[in-house]
């Protein structure tokens, strides 16, 4: 029998999806995850209620948070990636030449059973640049030793296991553990949703603060809050709108192997163009 | 006593907003016009069952379909809007003091009477400079005498009394009506709702024959399917990305008297930066 899902971000307002059948459904030790057979977006991950992923609109979120940070470092090898479990961030990573390993960190096993059970196509799981790790990406951090190029944060919003992933502590942590050249780049948010606001202030202060540059770039996602996305970069030196940047993406753009569905230059710098209510969020 | 509406584009996915009272309520000879109280977005008007504008979200509309077109116009003086019955666009485009005369022709008389009445601060009614039709957009154009510097497209989906602005006989006749320099812009429906994806083809098939310059833009808006909104560019020869623009941007933006909510010289330039998926949409 059919039925509907919502995800309310305020009161009664937010996002609707018919639901032809529940795939899956598990209690963690973290959360609770959920995979849904939807009426538009082929299989859904929810956790905690909230929209994670679908077959369908996956592409927008990992193509963006993956391809933005990795065109703008002069020579991605290492890359670790902090949650994630899905597998569609590491999937995109690898699509690049130069990167030679890539370290996932995903604190809960049941979010990786799930992906590769009933999101098969996201992940690239048999990759042999692919190392998996299922353990706590703040304890990690805090312990590398071979530093990395490129650290990407994928976690769900400030609440639960991934609360401490917007920290300032953490954000330090990620800076000693990347090498000269090194970026960052997280999940932070849709600007549209008041009561992460503060949130989101907090994190790009930090970033501010703890990076040479920082800065805050969107994308269209249309499952997430309001439709609109807001991620954080922030590097050692690398400038995401320089032409240092543009020139990799000429460069590298065309030898990633596979056509891309939402990226590409002027997505790239177009996304940092950040309208004055979203600015004035950050300020 | 409180409930929900909802506008689904696709089976049962869509947007869901909390509606806490409905305060008007009318079957015009075109279209039925509802303003809800909503939880969320302040009073938000439907036509026909599908989003129109809020008073929380409806500077970007307004803004991205005036501000782009104005501010690639050398000299923007006398301007046409079709549609537009809340008075959002010709609010906006009053601001520019360049602007003499705006006529705005809008079908309903119920769309503007309910927007006076219960979204009173989208419009700019008083302003001397507006002259308010009402009567049917695709007459008037047709006959239009004395030539226009920009025509606005501000109408509601291509069903209804709007479907003719999507065609090229129309298309044409604004070409028809505009002054050397003149610029189109046109709302051209979300990338996401497939079942437009023929219209928006055809718009943008025909923009490319008949104009000089033709181009897409984007805008986040939350309140309309999957958060992602396309708008048409055409013109007699002005370049939304040209250097003249930027330079039309950085002069008269300062003298606009009002500080813009989501426009600016990053977001102009921005909002052409298509991802891949849509541009295959038109291509």
Chains 1, 2 share one sequence.
Not at 4 to 13: L, P, S
Not at 126 to 150: A, C, F, P
């Amino acid at each position: 029998m059919s039925s509907t899902f919502n995800e309310f971000y305020h009161k009664k307002t937010g996002l609707t999806v018919g639901v032809e059948k529940v795939l899956f459904s598990e209690q963690s030790t973290y959360q609770k995850v959920k995979v849904l057979k939807t009426d538009t977006w082929g299989n859904l991950m929810t956790i905690d209620g909230m929209v994670m992923l679908s077959e369908k609109d996956e592409f927008v979120y990992h193509e963006m948070l993956s391809h933005v940070p990795l065109f703008s470092h002069p020579d991605p090898r290492r890359i670790l990636i902090i949650g994630g479990g899905d597998g569609g961030t590491a999937r995109e990573v690898m699509l690049h030449p130069s990167v030679q390993k890539v370290d996932l960190v995903e604190i809960d096993e049941t979010v990786v059973r799930a992906s590769k059970q009933f999101l098969p196509k996201v992940g690239d799981w048999n990759n042999h640049k692919l190392n998996v790790i299922i353990g706590d990406g703040i304890t990690y951090v805090q312990e590398i030793t071979e530093s990395y190029d490129v650290i990407l944060i994928d976690g769900s919003d400030p609440t639960g296991p991934a609360a401490g992933l917007f920290e300032k502590d953490f954000l330090q942590a990620c800076y000693d553990g990347l090498a000269e050249d090194g970026i960052l780049a997280a999940q932070t948010e849709s600007p549209w949703v008041e009561h992460y606001h503060p949130s989101m202030k907090d994190v790009f202060t930090a970033l501010d603060e703890l990076y040479e540059v920082s800065k805050m770039y969107l994308a269209y996602i249309p499952l997430y809050p309001a439709g609109m996305w807001s991620f954080g970069f922030a590097s050692k030196g690398p400038d995401p709108l320089s032409d240092f940047t543009k020139q990799h993406v000429e460069k590298r753009l065309p030898k990633l192997g596979r056509k891309l569905k939402y990226y590409n230059a002027a997505v790239h710098s177009g996304s940092f163009g950040l309208p004055n209510f979203v600015k004035g969020i950050i300020k």
